[in-house]
């Protein structure tokens, strides 16, 4: 799927993506997901080449045949398996879209969803200058998203912040680092400091909790971590070293909606805000981020742009778009949205069936 302007952040540009997409069949239904893992390995180990492989050479033929009760049963399957945790949420989402299809109910409910709709932010990625930066921002400012993501990396940082903070003094904003600074930055970090950002997310190493902790008892702003959270047992190691005070969930990143909602319960517990985030997500991933970020602890806006931000045309119908600064949490079976068939057979460039 070719996106419709290129998405830059620290750790490179994306043009279009690959999208896995997995079709489960049973009982005469048919689950649906997306694996989120991207071209290249700049932001997780996993690339659609390794989740491929993982798919469908070590989970799918397994599958085939077996009668489980419920999605966590048959996810028991692919617990041997040490990581590659992108591979496996493809599995297990599109087994929860059966289960809930089975049952007759939306996703959202089956998962514990509260909310009729979720409040989004954008991310808006890095710009050939500050000028096109302040443009697009201002136009996702009156499209309603409620707050505003900056991609940053060194050298397009306190300058461009403070840009935009100074044009724009009322809106919500954050920043994403992709893990592009270390400590040897802290002058610059504390630079961001003084913007009254929501947060900053991942700016160190994805596995560096110590220096993420000794960053935040230097920041009054909160450290969010997105790539450093892999599953719930990193937000436990985060939250005793003080590494931060937000976690971004992206159910394709911790391994499905059951890690997720770990991480979530946890959260919540410790009084830990979270938020969803995405991936460049088409329609089918977007609708299970949605029905997550409709659980109760999703206490701040997601990345959850509507359908247009990214795609001339989704491959699900309805597409997903954005009223007052919120998306509606679909109310059909399962992901409640209708995979445009023709369109993803069109699109196909490589298919494997079991
Ligand atoms: O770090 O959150 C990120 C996109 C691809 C990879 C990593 C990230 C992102 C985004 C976009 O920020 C979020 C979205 O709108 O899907
Ligand atoms: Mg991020």
């Not at 089956?110 to 930066?133: F, H």
Request: aromatic share 6%.
């Amino acid at each position: 799927m070719q996106l419709k302007e290129p998405f830059e952040i620290s750790s490179g540009i994306v043009y279009d993506r690959r999208v896995i997409l997995l079709t489960l069949f049973s009982d005469g239904l048919v689950g649906w997901s997306e694996c989120v893992a991207g071209e290249d390995p700049g932001y997780s180990y996993e690339t659609c080449e390794t989740a491929w492989s993982i798919l469908t050479q070590l989970i799918l033929p397994r599958m085939i045949g077996k009668e489980v009760a419920a999605t966590q049963e048959g996810m028991k399957e692919t617990d041997w398996i040490k990581g590659h945790p992108m591979a496996k949420a493809a599995v297990e989402m599109a087994l929860l879209d059966l289960e809930a299809k089975t049952q007759n109910k939306p996703l959202s409910s089956i998962i514990g969803g509260t909310k009729q709709k979720v409040e989004v932010g954008v991310s808006v990625g890095l710009q050939p200058n500050d000028e096109e930066l302040a443009k697009k921002v201002g136009t996702f400012i009156e499209k309603g998203y409620s707050r505003i993501k900056l991609k940053i990396k060194p050298g397009r940082d306190v300058h461009m912040v403070g840009n935009i903070r100074d044009l724009y003094p009322d809106t919500r904003i954050m920043v994403d680092a992709n893990s592009a600074y270390t400590l040897q930055d802290m002058e610059v970090l504390k630079e961001l400091d003084q913007f009254g950002l929501m947060m900053i997310e991942q700016p160190l190493a994805y596995d560096d909790y110590l220096d993420h902790s000794r960053l935040q008892q230097e920041l009054q702003t909160p450290i969010c971590l997105d790539e450093s959270i892999r599953s719930v047992r990193d937000v436990k190691l985060a939250v005793e070293l003080g590494s931060c005070r937000i976690v971004n969930i992206k159910p394709g990143r911790v391994g499905g909606i059951a890690s997720s909602q770990a991480i979530h319960d946890f959260c919540l517990k410790e009084n830990m805000p979270v938020w969803c985030g995405g991936m460049l997500e088409s329609g089918v991933g977007r609708a299970h981020n949605v029905a997550l970020a409709s659980l109760p602890g999703f206490v701040l806006p997601g990345d959850i742009s509507e359908s247009q931000r990214y795609w001339a045309e989704d491959i699900v119908e309805p597409e997903f778009t954005i009223d007052n600064g919120h998306v509606q949490v679909p109310t059909g079976h399962g992901i409640g949205v209708a995979v445009l068939e023709d369109l993803v057979t069109k699109l196909t460039v490589e298919t494997a069936e079991f």
